[in-house]
């Protein structure tokens, strides 16, 4: 592929990405069932369920990379109509590329651009170890904002309503009985900054550890009720906590508060890129 291909290729798929609240990128399948040179959603419902299998097939869990999801469209004389859709993670348009009709110069396209775009959110336990702290706690804060929208998706078929009462249930664990409003006053930050953002690369694993453990035990209780899920929310991060005591690591509570939040990290790096890029361009 030419240079400017490759460049109308990635702004093809960037243009049809979206971004939750939680800054988790995802696709949506009929948006990127046009842009693969699909034209009809019952030929591409298959390439979907061939990459179901396929990330099944990687014991890889198929709901937190295919959500199913309505879409309300318009209709004649104002009516409104509720189609089938997903919400794709960039690893499930990367297998539903892989699983395209090869023949189609569209699916080719994705399969090089999900196939590397992929590999760029993914690092080495050796590449992780040699990024600086920041680039650490970048990471990592990315991976706790992916893995938390995946525990609220379950929180809430688990029967919950009140996500805060919910979120302080593990911190409290995790916390030897602080809540989130505890760990802000402790770390000195504002109650309207998230706490996450003031956490070291260490503390956001262990709260990574937390909350990818939650959502497994949830699933695998097949809980059904607030106060349950709360409680095991509140139990899976007193374990946490008892492994970090056992191994001999240092309690979160007792880790050092960054100076820097997480997002200022991020705008200073956005800056310097910036600067870099005009330097380039003089």
Known sequence: ????????TEKDFESIKHVDENGVEFWYARELMTM???????????????????????????????ADVGKTIKMPKGAEKVID???????????????????????????????VQTRKQEITRQEYE????????????????????????????????????????GYRGLYNGETAKDIANRKGISE??????????????????????TDEVLKNKNIHNEDDACITHHNVGQAVRQTIKRI?????????????????????????????????LK
């Open 36 to 66: 693969l040179e699909y034209s009809k959603w019952g030929n591409f419902v298959k390439v979907i369920d061939k990459a179901k299998e396929s990330c099944k097939n990687s014991n890889i869990n198929i709901f937190e990379h295919f």
């Open 130 to 169: 040699q990024l600086s702290e920041d680039d650490k706690r970048l990471y990592t804060r990315r991976n706790v904002k992916d893995k938390n929208k995946y525990l609220f998706n379950t929180a809430k078929l688990a029967g919950v309503k009140n996500y805060g009462k919910f979120n302080n249930y």
């Open 248 to 280: 001999g690591g240092t309690m979160p509570e007792n880790l050092p508060t960054p100076s820097k939040s997480a997002k200022q990290i991020e705008q200073e790096k956005q800056n310097e890129l910036k600067e870099s890029d005009k330097k380039k």
């Open 85 to 115: 859709d997903f919400k794709l993670s960039r690893y499930a348009c990367y297998l539903i590329a892989q699983n395209g009709d090869s023949r189609k110069k569209a699916i080719a396209l994705a399969q090089t651009y999900f196939a």
């Open 192 to 213: 309207k900054e998230d706490i996450l953002d003031y956490m070291s690369s260490t503390e956001l694993a262990a709260n990574l550890f937390r909350i990818t453990q």
């Open 1 to 8: 592929m030419t240079n400017n291909l490759v460049n109308k």
